[in-house]
């Protein structure tokens, strides 16, 4: 049961284009993580977010974490091939930001 | 070495087969994690371990599995009588302690027939 609900499931864009996926949960989190994952690997820590309303950037890629700390959001600017894999949301329910709860994933495949 | 050490990456079992899975931490990580990902779908929590010590056990989902890491490095993860249900990539994630990013391995592929 994910208690992290993730949009869309899948997303299939072309070169170029812009795109943002969405997680969203009841509870609060003392913060959140978003992985990337590629087929036939572990997910890799992309960043995490701690305060309620943070915004962080990483290149082309900016993720916003609500302010009651229940919701985030990925945005993608100028998609690339190479952005392709499965994004995953992780809140942590603790304050050591260790036990993690997973979303169920947003697959992005991106068309050159 | 650099990363965290999964393996067999793939295993492939009969039902009701025993089978054993080994996660090399990163050196001088204490915590560690198992996840279970099964195919489409993000990782379940299973167990965790803080050196030696086994804080959590809430994910495993039946007695059948059970964890170990016994010198507070390596760590194995036990299914006994595997069902179908058991097919997943199993993840082991270490970590350096408080607030420290976790760093998963590539997996070990489970398939049961």
């Known amino acids: 049961t994910q208690l992290l609900e993730q949009s869309p499931q899948f997303l299939s864009i072309q070169e170029g284009e812009n795109l943002t996926v969405y997680c969203n949960s009841s509870s609060v989190f003392s913060s959140l993580q978003w992985y990337r994952q590629e087929p036939g690997e572990g997910p890799v820590l992309l960043v995490t977010v701690v305060t309620g309303g943070e915004v962080k950037k990483l290149k082309r890629l900016t993720f916003q974490f609500g302010d009651a700390r229940k919701d985030s959001s990925l945005h993608i600017t100028a998609a690339q091939p190479g952005d392709t894999g499965l994004y995953l949301c992780a809140g942590a329910r603790n304050n050591a930001g260790n036990m993690l709860t997973f979303g169920g994933g947003t697959r992005l495949m991106v068309k050159p | 070495g650099a990363g965290v050490s999964q393996s067999p990456r793939y295993k492939v079992a009969k039902r009701g087969q025993d089978v054993a899975l080994r996660c090399d931490p990163i050196s001088g990580h204490v915590s560690l994690f198992w996840y279970q990902q099964a195919l489409g779908q993000g990782p379940e929590f299973l167990t965790y371990f803080q050196n030696e010590a086994q804080l959590d056990k809430s994910g495993l989902p039946s007695d059948r599995f059970f964890a170990e890491r016994p010198e507070g490095s390596v760590s194995t993860l036990k299914i006994q009588r595997t069902q179908q249900e058991d097919s997943a990539v199993y993840l082991c994630?270490?970590?350096?302690?408080?607030?420290?990013?976790?760093?998963f391995g590539n997996g070990t592929r489970l398939t049961v027939t």
């Open positions: 994630a270490s970590g350096s302690g408080y607030n420290s990013p976790l760093h």
